[in-house]
């Protein structure tokens, strides 16, 4: 199989964060500390505690000089941007929307179904947050409102090269949004121009002047997850350490980004790779699971060459049609000897997945047609066995407290397949809405 994933780089550090109680925090320390530049990019910007506290901080770093971009999903925080501007009124801070719907005939776009569901942040092109964490408190969803416990959640800050292509991916998606809103008022301006050349070139010098100095990227030593998870690192390149570095022992880490240009399917392939390598164990904690052909076949394979393989699911639902997507899949799992659990104490909102001990990803992509096949997405890959053992810890304590299935909600038999069948029609259309052909 081509090796699809993007390429891994060494010098790194990082951390393993639990919720927005440990990232908002680490988030904050961040943005004050910061000297240049802060780039934020989230499908939902809650107006909470947890968010008002985040918006004073970028206020206060546009207040000190710093160039603070913003951009958030028009569908996930449709009707909480009115409250963002308010509070982000009168400062310096960009605020960009991704795909608005303010507009009424917003929603007739077949392009409106494609989001941004990126959980990214990035500062000064030197440390970045990637994973699955919206800025919403942890104990407040969106569908459901306060709950007593907060929902099970994951991100990961990182310093070193992958900090600046993340950096570099917000950039591009805050001038995406923002050329999607200006770019009918620039091409009056250029058609109105006496001179629309000179127009057009200061256009281009305008944007320059508004983009980022980004840092470059290093002369790193790279190398495929193949021979990584077969042991087979080229001479001279020492295995990693975990977050407290060791004078050269590097973490190895690399950003794979689903778009609908280049990188149409590379988080499935990642995935579907990571499986295919697997000799012992696997453990995915994902709240909306609905895997198309070939990561199933991936983890069919995996379990009949005696891999364990573990899947920790949303017991307590917060959107029931996704909860029966995953749940349809539970006979043919459990047909395989695959296990299955369900997290009752809380939401589950994680995305992360650990392989081997070795290989583990934390991000913001569900294993779903959505996400694999629809939104803009990144997952950060990790290759480190301390940074994958602390999430199978996180991992093992959240088994701990989940209920085990043994036996499919949706039973085999007639009614089992029409749901099934349900199920594969509605996503097939909702695909088809979007633009999307072929078999899932």
């Given at each position: 199989m081509e090796n699809l994933l993007a390429p891994f780089e060494g010098g790194h550090r990082v951390a393993l964060m639990r919720g927005g109680d440990e990232l908002f925090p680490a988030m904050v320390r961040a943005i004050e500390e910061a000297r240049s530049e802060v780039w934020l990019a989230t499908y939902i910007f809650n107006d909470d505690p947890s968010g008002r506290r985040i918006v004073q901080?970028?206020?206060?770093?546009?207040?000190?000089?710093?160039?603070?971009?913003?951009?958030?999903?028009?569908?996930?925080?449709?009707?909480?941007?009115?409250?963002?501007?308010?509070?982000?009124?009168?400062?310096?801070?960009?605020?960009?929307?991704?795909?608005s719907l303010e507009r009424w005939w917003a929603w007739s776009h077949p392009s409106q179904l494609r989001r941004m569901h990126h959980k990214l942040f990035a500062v000064d092109g030197s440390q970045a947050f990637v994973g699955g964490i919206n800025v919403v408190d942890d104990r407040f969803d969106i569908q459901h409102g306060w709950t007593a416990e907060p929902r099970l959640d994951f991100a990961i800050q990182v310093s070193g090269p992958v900090a600046a292509e993340v950096q570099r991916l917000v950039h591009a998606l805050w001038m995406r949004s923002r050329m999607g809103r200006g770019w009918r008022e620039e091409a009056v301006l250029l058609a109105q121009s006496p001179e629309p050349v000179q127009r057009a070139l200061q256009l281009v010098r305008d944007l320059r002047a508004r983009a980022p100095q980004m840092p470059r990227k290093p002369g790193e030593h790279r190398w495929s997850l193949r021979e990584w998870l077969r042991g087979d690192r080229p001479e001279g390149v020492p295995a990693a350490a975990g977050f407290e570095l060791v004078q050269g022992e590097p973490v190895h880490v690399a950003l794979v980004v689903r778009d609908n240009l280049t990188h149409r399917r590379a988080i499935e392939r990642a995935y579907v790779e990571a499986i295919g390598q697997a000799r012992e164990r696997i453990d995915i904690a994902c709240s909306y699971f609905y895997p198309g052909r070939a990561f199933r076949r991936a983890l069919r394979r995996a379990a009949a060459r005696g891999v364990r393989i573990r899947l920790l699911m949303q017991g307590k639902v917060d959107y029931r049609l996704a909860a029966l997507a995953a749940r349809v899949m539970y006979d043919e799992?459990?047909?395989?000897?695959?296990?299955?659990?369900?997290?009752?104490?809380?939401?589950?909102?994680?995305?992360?997945?650990?392989?081997?001990?070795?290989?583990?990803?934390?991000?913001?992509?569900?294993?779903?047609?959505?996400?694999?096949?629809?939104?803009?997405?990144?997952?950060?890959?990790?290759?480190?066995?301390?940074?994958?053992?602390?999430?199978?810890?996180?991992?093992?304590?959240?088994f701990a407290v989940s209920q085990e299935i043994t036996a499919p909600p949706v039973r085999p038999g007639l009614r089992g397949w029409l749901m099934r069948g349900f199920v594969a029609w509605v996503a097939n259309v909702y695909m088809r809405a979007a633009g999307i052909t072929g078999r899932y």
């Open positions: 901080a970028l206020r206060a770093a546009a207040a000190r000089g710093v160039q603070v971009r913003v951009v958030v999903d028009g569908f996930g925080s449709n009707g909480r941007i009115a409250a963002l501007r308010k509070q982000l009124q009168g400062s310096p801070v960009g605020l960009e929307v991704f795909r799992m459990l047909s395989r000897g695959i296990l299955i659990y369900e997290y009752t104490p809380a939401f589950l909102h994680a995305k992360v997945a650990v392989v081997d001990g070795r290989w583990a990803t934390v991000g913001s992509s569900n294993i779903d047609p959505l996400s694999l096949l629809l939104n803009l997405e990144a997952n950060a890959v990790v290759l480190d066995e301390t940074f994958a053992a602390e999430v199978s810890a996180q991992l093992e304590a959240a």
